[in-house]
């Protein structure tokens, strides 16, 4: 069974400081990594991408990936109220294209 | 550019009747996918299809459930009969390939009374 795990939270944190949401998957041929960012009563939207071991930095977010350790992470700096929302991980596994879902990491943005 | 069109926003209707959601994806985009969403059970996939060709209905909880896809630019999930559990946010998505992000529509809000 291919998972992707996320702890639920809700994660607090104080506005400016750094958000960090992580996620670990099962299955080592994933090849693929993205969170998504979702409004209560709105649908999924992509923030970031990530295909190999390293740092990816976009603006104020930045994913992290660890292929040994199979682990994604994603970190807020400069964390707005606007951020509060539901991050949502997908994993990607080139066999059958389906993206494997987190449960999501409800994260607050206290001002 | 449009992205993933879906309709209708909202449906309620009452048990047994038939339901119909419909997906317009994103021009160019090879792979649909349809998606339903509640709080227990999170993001489920329900179906996914590749130049208009059903790959995988695994997710299709049962044989209420069907889905078509006639052309690139246009596909149904249907429910018949529907019931109260069937009641959750149906998502469509689209990718230009399959290893490659997935753009969600608005999504529909079925209830089913």
């Known amino acids: 069974q291919k998972e992707v795990e996320q702890n639920s939270g809700p994660l607090s944190v104080p506005e400016g400081a750094i958000a960090s949401l992580n996620c670990t998957y099962s299955d080592r041929g994933s090849q693929s990594f993205f969170w998504y960012r979702q409004y209560s009563g709105k649908s999924p939207e992509l923030i970031m991408s990530i295909y190999s071991n390293g740092d990816k930095e976009d603006g104020r977010f930045t994913a992290q990936l660890n292929k040994a350790s199979q682990y994604v992470s994603l970190l807020i700096r400069d964390s707005q109220p606007s951020d509060s929302a539901t991050y949502l991980c997908?994993?990607?596994?080139?066999?059958?294209?389906?993206?494997?879902w987190g449960a999501g990491t409800k994260l607050i943005i206290k001002p | 550019d449009a992205g993933v069109i879906q309709s209708p926003r909202h449906e309620v209707t009452e048990m047994g009747q038939e339901v119909t959601l419909r997906c317009k994806p994103i021009s160019g985009h090879d792979y649909l996918f349809w998606y339903r969403q509640t709080m227990m059970r999170g993001l489920e996939l329900l179906i996914y299809f590749n130049n208009n060709v059903p790959i995988d209905d695994s997710g299709m909880p049962e044989d209420r459930f069907s889905a078509k896809m006639p052309n690139a630019s246009f596909s149904t999930l249907k429910i018949q009969p529907s019931e109260p559990r069937d009641s959750a946010v149906y998502f469509c998505?689209?990718?230009?390939?399959?290893?490659?992000?997935?753009?969600f529509g608005d999504g529909t809000r079925l209830s089913i009374l």
């Open positions: 998505a689209s990718s230009p390939q399959g290893s490659q992000p997935q753009h």
């Open positions: 997908a994993v990607n596994i080139w066999s059958n294209y389906q993206l494997i």
